[in-house]
C-alpha cells in the first residue's frame, strides 16, 4: 500500500518503466485539455488511466484528429 496518495500517472509510469526494457514512459499530471493538440503530436504511443469523461473524448478527438482524411479502416 505505499502507492497510497501518490499520483496514479506517476506510480504508473515507474512501474512500466521497471517492468518493460527499452521503454520511456513520462508521467504527465496535469488536466491535458490545456495542452495543445501539438503536444501529442510528438509521441509515438500515448497510454491513458483517465477518470474523466471529458478528459476520455478531449483525447479520442486529438488522437482522430492525427488520423486525417483519406486513412480508411481505422
Keep these: 500500500m505505499h502507492d497510497v496518495g ?6 504508473a509510469a ?3 518503466n521497471a517492468r518493460v526494457a527499452g ?8 488536466r491535458i485539455e490545456e495542452k495543445p493538440a501539438e503536444f501529442y503530436k510528438q509521441f509515438t504511443l500515448i497510454v491513458l488511466g483517465l ?8 483525447m479520442n478527438s486529438i488522437v482522430c484528429s492525427f488520423l486525417g482524411k ?5
Design 23 to 30: 521503454v520511456n514512459v513520462v508521467a504527465h499530471h496535469c
Design 70 to 74: 483519406g486513412r480508411k479502416g481505422l
Design 51 to 58: 477518470d474523466s469523461l471529458e478528459a476520455r473524448r478531449f
Design 14 to 16: 515507474e512501474r512500466i
Design 6 to 11: 501518490k499520483s496514479k500517472a506517476k506510480v
